[in-house]
């Protein structure tokens, strides 16, 4: 979606140049010249340069939130506070539509709304309705209201994302920064909280000895240097996974036999964000109207033929093709 837009708003004059020659272009087909003239029109409105502007903004920073989170080197911690500072930046954009409206004028090089251009409809009032006048938004104020402020539904949805993230964070965020705690009452008392919280979520993997397995384990890291230095994050590994392989190279796992089921299930989490989804149906593209008559057999051979094309396209099917031509050649000189 970043790169469509964002490509949409860059070359933005060029897209209307070629629209324009294509829809003046009397080489081409008519409904290839309608088309062209209508996309012009449409990119032609204030309203659509406006979000333009806005969404290649909005996106940008969802496009590079996006990356940053699947780098497998970032923390949890770190994941909870680029998704905060995105909601926030989301939500700060929605009072820059003064900007937004400006950068759009440029865009599309004129200030009028598309309603402007409309008559007024005057409504018959009814007896009863009273003599006052009724309330008219401007074209400005009406696009700004209606479509503009929707951005609400986006920060709404991304609270919501926000919402999952911080609820993880809060039973295992504390093992992003476990091998840097300092042996102290105060840093104690905090892994045995947050240990009496991750038992209390997992009753059925985690025992109660969770606890003084961690507490164990912050003493062998602030008695030896070596060890601390040893899970601190590098560039390719985060805290976590250093950890979880520092217990296997040293035969640890029976000793710290909770702590290693804690590692396994955070390191077993989708904690990335996910990628947009098609917004298309493959199964449309393989049932079409041409086939419309197909059994559920060839429909569900072509699907698995369709899902696993890259395999399919490693196949050499030219004895396959052979043995049929031959036995169609058979049956036609058969008759």
């Known amino acids: 979606m970043y790169e469509a837009v964002s490509a949409l708003y860059k070359g933005f004059t060029p897209i209307c140049t070629t629209l324009e020659t294509l829809s003046s272009d009397m080489e081409q087909e008519a409904d290839c010249q309608n088309q062209a003239q209508?996309?012009?029109k449409k990119l032609g409105e204030l309203e659509s340069a406006i979000l333009v502007v806005f969404w290649s903004t909005i996106f940008e920073w969802y496009h590079k939130t996006s990356l940053s989170l699947q780098d497998p080197t970032v923390c949890l911690n770190v994941m909870v506070s680029l998704l905060e500072s995105l909601a926030d930046f989301v939500q700060t954009q929605r009072t820059k539509f003064d900007h937004f409206e400006s950068q759009g004028i440029k865009v599309c090089g004129h200030n009028k709304y598309k309603a402007e251009e409309k008559r007024v409809h005057i409504r018959n009032r009814r007896y009863d309705e009273g003599s006052a006048e009724e309330a008219r938004f401007s074209p400005r104020d009406r696009f700004?209201?209606?479509?503009?402020l929707v951005v609400d539904k986006m920060t709404s949805a991304l609270q919501?994302?926000?919402?999952?993230?911080?609820?993880?964070?809060?039973?295992?965020g504390f093992l992003s920064?476990?091998?840097?705690?300092?042996h102290s009452h105060s840093e104690v008392s905090t892994i045995k909280s947050s240990?009496?919280?991750?038992?209390?979520?997992y009753p059925d993997d985690l025992e109660a000895s969770l606890e003084s397995e961690l507490v164990h384990m912050s003493s062998l890291f602030a008695s030896s240097p070596d060890l601390q230095a040893s899970t601190c994050p590098n560039k390719s590994k985060s805290t976590e996974l250093k950890m979880y392989q520092f217990l296997h190279e040293h035969n640890l796992v029976e000793t710290?036999?909770?702590?290693?089921?804690?590692?396994?299930?955070?390191?077993?989490?989708?904690?990335?964000?996910?990628?947009g989804e098609r917004s298309f149906s493959k199964l449309k593209l393989i049932k079409n109207e041409q086939r419309n008559s197909m059994g559920q057999e060839r429909l569900s051979n072509l699907s698995v033929m369709n899902i696993e094309s890259e395999l399919l396209r490693t196949i050499d099917f030219s004895d396959i093709i052979d043995d049929i031509s031959r036995q169609k050649s058979r049956k036609k000189s058969l008759k």
């Open 38 to 40: 209508s996309i012009l």
């Open 144 to 148: 700004r209201t209606e479509v503009f």
């Open 160 to 172: 919501q994302r926000l919402e999952a993230y911080k609820e993880v964070n809060s039973k295992f």
């Open 177 to 182: 920064n476990f091998a840097s705690f300092p």
């Open 195 to 201: 240990a009496e919280n991750l038992v209390a979520s």
């Open 256 to 275: 710290f036999h909770n702590t290693g089921i804690t590692l396994r299930i955070y390191l077993s989490m989708m904690v990335s964000n996910s990628g």
